[in-house]
Each structure stands twice: as structure tokens, then as C-alpha cells.
């Protein structure tokens, strides 16, 4: 039995010498689906671009022959973002996507999943502030992770004047009383972009564009956060941190 499948390539990862198992984000219904693609890692084999990690490819499946699992028969590559191989930011942010989406697994519904990774997907032939990028994606984690910080004005009394701080345990912005009068330790322009990327939306990703030295900042202390409060730990932090 033969079915047809489209999506993105997400994992590969290699089994035995010369075969990956592959695995897919449906295109059109965004579900995980695996299968095994033989002989790719040989110099040889027909199938081994399509298997390219982040590319978008239609894939003919044989799912009876071997014990039930998927066995890929041929692939084509239908898209792929340009610059993929010379850019190693692109494949840094799409190395978090897909390793975001997979570790959180059900805390994503099918389509929140198509609509991050196909958003992002999207956003890198066009975007190039990527440090943004990055910020933005670790916030939608933290939606679905369920521990979205707050953003609209203090986290303990609410007011939405006097803003001095961003307190990560609190889960948002502290004001000056609420700092209990201390000196701030952020400035106006961390607390501005703090906002900006909690508020943003895929849809406006490019309206604004966090300063290096703030995204630097923000993408450390995004990625503590989730460790400490989600228990989400992300192997793709270390390399982040080492561009960012
Ligand atoms: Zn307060």
C-alpha cells in the first residue's frame, strides 16, 4: 500500500550506516509522521535531497512491507529557502522551531504547529533580524508551554505607569513601589522591546526590531526562563548563545 504525503522535514535522524528515519510535518494538516528513508546517507541515492533537513517535499510512502512502519520510496524536493546552507542563523531558527515544537508535542495543537513553523518558514525569505525571530519563537513556547509572561503593566498591582523593572519569578514587569524603590536594573529601551516581543504576533514580526545588545539580553534570560519555569530545556540555547 502506497500513500502520498507533503511536509517539512523536521528530524532526521540516522538509524543504521546508510538510512535516516525522517520525520515529517504534515503540510496539510500539521501532524508528526515518520518514516524510514534508506540508503540516503550514500553519495548515491536518488532520495537524499528531499531528506534534507527544513525542506518541504512531497513523498511517496510504502506502509505494508515492512512490519507496518512508513518506508519512503521516492522524494521530491517541492521548496527550500535559498540561502539555507550559507546562512547559519537561518538553520539556527529553524533548528529551534523544530526542536521546540517537538519537545512540547502536545502542548501545541496541530495547527499552532503549521502556523509557527509555516509562519517562520515563511518570515526567513523575506526576514533578516533574526535575534527578533528567535525572541518571538521562544515566546510562543512559552504560550504553549502555559507560562506566557505578562506584559500589559505590573505584575503584582497592576498599574501600568512607573514600569522600573521585568521580574522573571514575578512573571512581568514590576513599578517602583512594587520594586520596593530600588534602583531599576533595566532601562528604557529593555523594557520597551520586553513588551514588544511579548505582544508580537508572526503577522507583525516586522514591525519592530530588538536592538542587539537588548536581544542578547532578552534571549538568554527567555531561554532561563523556560528551563526554570516550564522545565523546557532546548539544546539549541548553547549555539544561540554563542552568535547572539
Ligand atoms: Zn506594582
Redesign the pocket.
Known amino acids: 500500500m502506497e500513500k502520498l504525503v507533503q511536509g517539512y522535514v523536521i528530524r532526521v535522524s540516522p538509524y543504521q550506516e546508510n538510512d535516516c528515519i525522517i520525520t515529517l510535518l504534515l503540510k496539510d494538516s500539521g501532524d508528526f509522521l515518520s518514516f524510514k528513508a534508506r540508503g540516503i546517507l550514500k553519495s548515491t541515492s536518488k532520495n537524499a535531497p528531499s531528506c534534507q533537513l527544513y525542506t518541504l517535499g512531497e513523498y511517496l510512502l510504502d506502509y505494508k512491507n515492512d512490519n507496518g512502519n512508513n518506508v519512503l520510496k521516492t522524494g521530491v524536493i517541492l521548496d527550500r529557502i535559498t540561502d539555507i546552507y550559507e546562512k547559519m542563523e537561518i538553520n539556527l531558527v529553524l533548528g529551534l522551531v523544530c526542536e521546540g515544537i517537538l519537545k512540547i508535542d502536545d502542548g501545541m495543537d496541530s495547527q499552532e504547529r503549521l502556523d509557527l513553523y509555516g509562519g517562520i518558514y515563511d518570515l526567513l525569505k523575506i526576514k533578516t533580524n533574526y535575534g527578533t525571530m528567535i525572541l518571538v519563537i521562544l515566546k510562543y513556547f512559552m504560550l504553549y508551554c502555559g507560562v506566557l509572561l505578562e506584559a500589559d503593566g505590573?505584575v503584582?498591582?497592576?498599574?501600568k505607569n512607573h514600569l522600573v523593572d521585568v521580574s522573571y519569578q514575578a512573571g512581568g514587569y514590576?513599578?517602583y513601589?512594587?520594586n520596593h524603590h530600588l534602583d531599576p536594573k533595566r532601562n528604557e529601551l529593555y523594557l520597551k522591546n520586553y513588551r514588544y516581543v511579548i505582544k508580537a504576533e508572526l503577522n507583525n514580526i516586522n514591525d519592530f526590531e530588538v536592538p542587539a545588545t537588548v536581544a542578547t539580553t532578552l534571549i538568554n534570560e527567555f531561554f532561563e526562563y523556560l528551563e526554570n519555569s516550564a522545565g523546557l530545556r532546548l539544546k539549541s540555547r548553547a549555539v544561540i548563545g554563542k552568535i547572539f
Open positions: 505590573c503584582e498591582c497592576g498599574r514590576l513599578c513601589d512594587c
